[in-house]
């Protein structure tokens, strides 16, 4: 008996969720167009690949700086630092889920996360939810997508700052570490405002970003030593840590209170790290 190629196979299932898409170019809707979507306005085409579908390879600027370095050997590297962190703060799950316990425990939620990364916390979401996740970097989608084979998720490579959705489609947005270094925070959030309905749960978290600032070289007044912890002893490179050091004045806070009305910011991680929690305008 004869069987579809994968690629088929792969265009066949995101052909049950071209509702929800849309091309990031001109904002028609997407057709099939086996081994890949086209856009019905501009007929532009979009590979599937792994399963995954790729709307925008190639980032510049910050997002060009995430996608090498997740992309890149540093960062199983500089894992290590991160589960240190979890384990300051009682392990992964319990650290993570002081964020996601602000997502809505809505039975059969769509919900769109942003930067979804490698995905090792959403095999601890509701069987019932429906995930698409989006993301920069290949290689952390891949990883994604070998987790959490045979659960309702769907991959896209692209960028945040331009979503190829329709809008008001998810009941919730996640992103995680993503928000400070995205390249432009404020319009990835108005993105996530308008992919969501009416009532939607926006829920960011990172890192804080003055975090070298309290670390011992900036405190005695010798910034290079904090450089060199953060590039080598923890293996970011100097790309990301020059812009770690270009934005540790970003003002969270007020980003997100210019765009989402009544947000709530709330610390997590022992200081560390926030979450920023919002709701779609009715």
């Known amino acids: 008996m004869s069987t579809l190629p994968e690629e088929f196979t792969a265009t066949t299932t995101w052909s049950d969720h071209l509702k929800v898409l849309r091309c990031p170019r001109c904002t028609s809707g997407l057709v099939p167009a086996p081994p ?12 599937i690949r792994d399963g995954i579908l790729v709307v925008k390879e ?23 630092w991160e589960k240190v962190t979890w384990v300051c703060n009682g392990g992964e799950r319990r650290a993570r889920n002081q964020v996601l316990r602000h997502l809505p425990r809505q039975p059969g939620l769509n919900l769109l996360d942003v930067a979804v990364g490698d995905g090792v916390y959403l095999p601890w979401m509701p069987v019932d939810w429906q995930v698409v996740g989006i993301d920069v970097s290949w290689s952390q989608l891949q990883v994604c997508r070998a987790r959490t084979a045979g659960a309702p998720v769907r991959l896209v490579q692209c960028e945040a700052e331009t979503l190829p959705f329709h809008d008001a489609q998810f009941d919730a947005v996640l992103s995680i570490g993503a928000f400070n270094y995205f390249n432009d925070p404020e319009g990835a959030l108005r ?29 005695l007044g010798l910034p290079a030593l904090d450089r060199w912890i953060v590039s080598r002893l923890m293996h970011l490179g100097d790309s990301f840590t020059d812009m770690v050091e270009r934005f540790r004045n970003l003002d969270v806070r007020s980003i997100a209170g210019g765009v989402l009305p009544e947000v709530q910011y709330h610390e ?4 560390l790290g926030y979450v920023l929690v919002g709701r779609v305008p009715d």
């Open 58 to 80: 190639q980032t510049d600027d910050n997002n060009r700086v995430a996608q090498e370095f997740y992309d890149s050997a540093l960062w199983p590297k500089f894992r290590f």
């Open 36 to 47: 890949r979507l086209r856009c019905a306005g501009c007929y532009a085409t979009f590979p």
């Open 268 to 271: 997590v991680w022992r200081g």
């Open 191 to 219: 993105e996530m405002i308008r992919v969501g309905r009416p009532g939607a749960t926006i829920v960011i978290s990172d890192e804080m970003p003055d975090l070298t600032g309290r670390m011992l070289g900036h405190k």
